[in-house]
């Protein structure tokens, strides 16, 4: 499986972005998607996943109400919309592919849940 972000760039406060993932091979539509995020000298943290179906989203407490997955399985892509994005949020964005379906939420976050990841697209937010 090969991933490959795109969207990523400079926004000022308060913009928006739409990052994209697009996967390849024939097993997109069974696999747990997820985001994470490293900002410079820091860990890389958990964002947002999504089991296969959609049915099922976890987010970190530090993005709630502003950033919103989802994914198109007809399309092999997974989405990061980004809104009232803060300084903080600057970091490269990685897309990340686990070998289950559907996990627990706990597990959701955990980046050694997932088998596979892409090369990351760099965010910056401007104060």
């Known amino acids: 499986v090969q991933l490959v972000e795109s969207g990523g760039g400079l926004v000022q406060a308060g913009g928006s972005l739409r990052l994209s993932c697009a996967a390849s091979?024939?097993?997109?539509?069974?696999?747990?998607m997820g985001w994470f995020r490293q900002a410079p000298g820091k860990e890389r943290e958990f964002v947002e996943a999504?089991?296969?179906?959609?049915?099922?989203?976890y987010y970190a407490d530090s993005v709630k109400g502003r950033f919103t997955i989802s994914r198109d399985n007809a399309k092999n892509t997974v989405y990061l919309q980004m809104n009232s994005l803060k300084p903080e949020d600057t970091a490269v964005y990685y897309c990340?592919?686990?070998?289950?379906?559907?996990?627990?939420?706990?597990?959701?976050?955990?980046?050694?849940?997932?088998?596979?990841w892409g090369q990351g697209t760099q965010v910056t937010v401007s104060s």
């Open positions: 999504i089991n296969w179906n959609g049915g099922t989203t």
């Open positions: 990340a592919a686990s070998r289950l379906g559907a996990m627990g939420v706990m597990a959701m976050q955990r980046a050694n849940e997932y088998d596979y």
């Open positions: 091979g024939r097993t997109f539509s069974s696999r747990t």
